[in-house]
């Protein structure tokens, strides 16, 4: 099995969850949406080209690794925007606040983030994939737009270290051969040994949360994992452009550390 593995890693980062009114929540690892909006900004497909965005939906499954949960941030966010004025658009922020000046309107919302938190991510390519996993780790290096880990206002803290692993039983096998790479600006350790601010990142010695989607033997080949539990999410996309998601299931497995 070939498998693609890249890790994400940011100061903050916002893992969408339903959202019900002024509430922006998120949970504590990413989410399919995020992971393949990412992945489809890194090949430069355009938030409303629909037929591509749905190919690259139907094309793979992943699963996740959570090394670090970080912290939970809430912020009291604020937002001026005028209301719609027909088939009208305004094309830019300039637009908003000039062009629609007299209809301005404030928009409160509570939004939730995951400060200095770290996953690992493995993606594997479905029989109608519309790239190869080689193609998507050369974007992943040199992406066509921006990533973000959620949100625009979330930027990415370290490169994401793609890696293209081959002859892989599992995504656990992939996790486990996964070469990690140091957090740190100089990319250097102690004596051959990691650091302890990346013992803390990396959480060598801590828990670890592992979620997947697929068949349960697709994660260790045995079926009957303890600790597993098979639950929903709302986060396979849909349409991006009308911003719609529907159901999905995923496993899930926790190995207590050391």
Known sequence: MEILLFRLYGLMASWGEIAVGESRHTVNYPSKSAVLGLIGAALGIERDDEIMQ???????????????????????????????????TYRTRRDELILGKERLGTILSSREYRTDALALVALRALTDAPFSLSQIREKLLKPVFHLYLGRKSCPLAAPLHPQLLTDQANFLAAFKAYRHQSLLPTG??????????????????????????GAPEDFSGNPDLTRRQTRIRHDQPLSRKRWQFVPRQEHYFYQAGE
């Open 54 to 88: 749905s190919r690259l939906q139907q094309g793979y499954s992943l699963a996740v690794e959570v090394l670090s949960t970080g912290q939970l941030l809430r912020d009291y966010h604020t937002a001026q925007v005028p209301d719609s004025v027909g088939k009208f």
């Open 188 to 213: 250097q350790s102690i004596d051959g040994q990691p650091s302890e601010r990346d013992c803390y990142w990396l959480g060598i010695n801590g828990e670890r949360h592992y979620f997947w989607e």
